[in-house]
T-cell receptor, first 112, second 114 residues
């Protein structure tokens, strides 16, 4: 699976847009990019997934440039409840390999 | 309600006393897995299962066993727990074609081994 690099932490304020970038330079052709959110003492929760360009759902947007070597999770108008750790995963189910690398993630703190 | 359940949620035990943490999902998912989460180390996969009677090692399988006799259940077994297995454990499931990319996680089991 492709290795990912994310900032360890970020701070923001209520109502602002937050962009968290993930670097994945050795992403493979068939790899997808997935983001999870985790609150303290809870299991991660799937947020969004994409392959290229832009994907948007009710909670976030995912921007993927043409070279796919990075991706950006965008959270519009964050609130205090968006304080969590965000993980970027890159990979695919190939050859029976389903071992993900969650890494340390990005700890987002939203201030009043 | 679609969910992954784990039991117990909290467990304190002593070194060497065998224990089982149960995991059950009601979404008919083929893929199930177990993770442990430790401060500074993130989530690490212990074992996963592609379907009934099919299991395989993840990143940190030492000291753990699993079984998949039914599609909905995937228990984690610690035959002889040691203090270094004190951790927060999560079970997860997904459809096979989603693999690791849209997993549903349980609420977690906090295990302390003294």
């Amino acid at each position: 699976l492709a290795k990912t690099t994310q900032p360890i932490s970020m701070d923001s304020y209520e109502g602002q847009e937050v962009n968290i970038t993930c670097s994945h330079n050795n992403i493979a052709t068939n790899d997808y990019i997935t983001w999870y959110q985790q609150f303290p003492s809870q299991g991660p929760r799937f947020i969004i997934q994409g392959y290229k360009t832009k994907v948007t759902n009710e909670v976030a947007s995912l921007f993927i440039p043409a070279d796919r070597k990075s991706s950006t999770l965008s959270l519009p108008r964050v609130s205090l409840s968006d304080t969590a750790v965000y993980y970027c995963l890159v990979g695919r189910a190939s050859g029976g390999s389903y071992i993900p690398t969650f890494g340390r993630g990005t700890s987002l703190i939203v201030h009043p | 309600e679609a969910q992954v359940t784990q039991n117990p949620r909290y467990l304190i035990t002593v070194t060497g006393k065998k224990l089982t943490v149960t995991c059950s999902q009601n979404m008919n998912h083929e893929y199930m897995s177990w993770y442990r989460q430790d401060p500074g180390l993130g989530l690490r996969q212990i074992y996963y299962s592609m379907n009934v009677e099919v299991t395989d090692k993840g990143d940190v399988p030492e000291g753990y066993k699993v079984s998949r006799k039914e599609k909905r259940n995937f228990p984690l077994i610690l035959e002889s727990p040691s203090p270094n297995q004190t951790s927060l454990y999560f079970c997860a499931s997904s459809f096979r074609e989603s693999g690791v990319h849209e997993q549903y996680f349980g609420p977690g089991t906090r295990l302390t081994v003294t």
